[in-house]
């Protein structure tokens, strides 16, 4: 995959204007956007925003083009970095955000609450499966039968798709998430890759660049840059969004990851992660002095854990250890003052949790 990527064509390229030079890169995001598209059951796809954060915000904004209302839920369990980035958004747009709780038993979203907060000003709603602390919501899918006319926009971990029903098999109108789970490597600040899939109905809303299949004078199959009137090289200020750029080369590094897996394969790296992530689970479970997990929800890939140590603590106790602790959650859920989140992937050997448990078996009560 990395030899692909590196290749000049991909690798130097920018945004292919003039498509009769530009057919290699233009067939590669097609295939990016069609890959998404039978993961998250919606019919259009873009070619990739920045990341999952600026999907979100992208995607609260395009909720009020759809709606023109003034109001965007959002889930109390939602990261700092996510909720910082969507106000920034909603902030020049003039939306205001209304949170909504979550179960303090499975973790999954209250519905009663969003009941409680529902109102005729919403012009979308936010959930996200996983959540963030790692829950299967099985609440979500419910979401667009209590309130059929508010557009529904389902976060994911595009991983799960290959395990769990698809967001537009339960009515999602807008799906976005983070693709840097799906081959590309690790990094400290970015690049990231923010996916972003709606219904057809909603496409001409849709922020970002699509590519779409046609026909030359001659008949030929030739991919192109389609509806570019929604853009801002050809609509400037009224354009669906002031992101002109976005991050195409890690979504043909996608395209060639999900190439080269294949559905079984696909499937199986998902299996993998849910295994490990329960080995984790139990093991850390077992230790006198640490529960997990905190939420009797299904989990995917992560699970919070109680510590009887600050999280931050405990994380340079494991990093003088040579291991990346886990998330400490205070910052994104006040309540939430003992507790982090861990997570396992398909990387995540019988080794690496062994050196994980001896550390965590040292910590005082």
């Known amino acids: 995959m990395s030899t692909i990527i590196s290749r000049s064509e991909f690798l130097t390229s920018y945004t292919p204007y003039q498509a009769e030079i530009s057919q290699g890169m233009l067939q590669a995001l097609f295939e990016y956007q069609s890959y998404i598209a039978e993961l998250t059951g919606l019919e259009a796809v873009n070619s990739s925003n920045y990341d999952w954060s600026t999907a979100l915000g992208e995607a609260a904004t395009m909720c009020h083009r759809i709606s023109p209302k003034r109001t965007f839920m959002v889930p109390e369990a939602l990261s700092f970095d996510k909720r910082s980035v969507l106000r920034n958004y909603v902030s020049g747009a003039g939306l205001n955000i209304v949170e909504y709780s979550y179960d303090p038993y499975t973790g999954e979203l209250d519905l009663e609450d969003v009941r409680m907060k529902m109102s005729e000003d919403v012009c979308g709603i936010y959930a996200e499966v996983p959540n963030l602390f790692g829950i299967i919501d099985s609440q979500a899918p419910k979401l667009k039968q209590e309130f059929p006319e508010v557009p529904l926009v389902i976060g994911v971990n595009p991983l799960s798709l290959a395990l769990v029903r698809p967001p537009g098999d339960y009515g999602a109108d807008i799906v976005i998430g983070e693709g840097q789970p799906m081959g ?182």
């Not at 570019?228 to 890690?250: D, V, Y």
């Not at 499937?267 to 490990?276: D, E, P």
């Not at 510590?307 to 886990?326: A, C, D, M, S, V």
């Not at 507790?339 to 396992?344: E, I, P």
């Open 184 to 365: 590309l490597p690790m990094n400290t600040g970015g690049p990231l890759l923010g996916m972003f899939a709606c219904r057809m109905e909603h496409v001409r809303r849709m922020p970002g660049r699509i590519i779409g299949l046609t026909r030359d004078q001659d008949g030929r199959r030739a991919f192109c840059m389609t509806l570019q009137t929604r853009e801002q090289h050809i609509r400037r200020s009224k354009a669906t969004s002031n992101i002109c750029t976005n991050e195409a080369l890690l979504a043909v590094a996608v395209s060639a990851y999900l190439g080269m897996t294949g559905g079984r394969g696909l499937r199986s790296v998902a299996r993998i992660c849910m295994r490990n992530a329960r080995r984790l689970m139990d093991r850390v479970d077992e230790l006198d002095n640490f529960d997990a997990p905190l939420f009797e929800g299904a989990h995917f890939n992560e699970f919070v854990m109680r510590t009887p140590l600050r999280p931050e603590k405990l994380n340079k106790l494991l990093l003088r250890h040579g291991i990346l602790g886990g998330i400490p959650l205070q910052r994104h859920v006040p309540r939430l003052t003992d507790h982090m989140l861990l997570s396992a992937t398909e990387m995540t050997s019988e080794d690496d949790v062994d050196r994980l448990i001896s550390v965590l078996r040292e910590v005082p009560l």
